[in-house]
């Protein structure tokens, strides 16, 4: 697992279009990237996929680090143990301390 870190610089998603079920179950049909037949088109539109994804994989990182912290929070009374959270994440009990760091800085940096 990559270290949590948080990227100053904001990505604007590309939107991500619907795929009907009949395309997604096809495992050759990804966003329609297999029928642009224009190289630069395509290079663009998977550029955008891929930043797209990238983000929405930071922010998801950010909401699993929040939820470690508030899960480890010394104040609940059901808190968890970084390697209960381990187990449930399918993290290290190391990896499971440094997110629920991240996740304190998170919070704290968030209060007003």
Known sequence: MAEPERSERKLRPAP?????????????HFFDLESMEDP???LARATELTLAFRAAADRALE????????LADPR?????TPE????????????ARK???FGRDLLRDSTP
Do not use: H
């Open 76 to 80: 609940r009374f059901d808190r968890l």
């Open 63 to 70: 909401f699993q680090a929040v939820a470690a912290a508030q």
């Open 16 to 28: 991500l279009l619907f795929e009907p079920s009949e395309a997604a179950a096809d495992p050759e």
């Open 99 to 101: 997110m629920i760091d």
């Open 84 to 95: 209960d959270i381990a187990d449930r994440a399918e993290w290290t009990p190391d990896y």
């Open 40 to 42: 630069r088109e395509l």
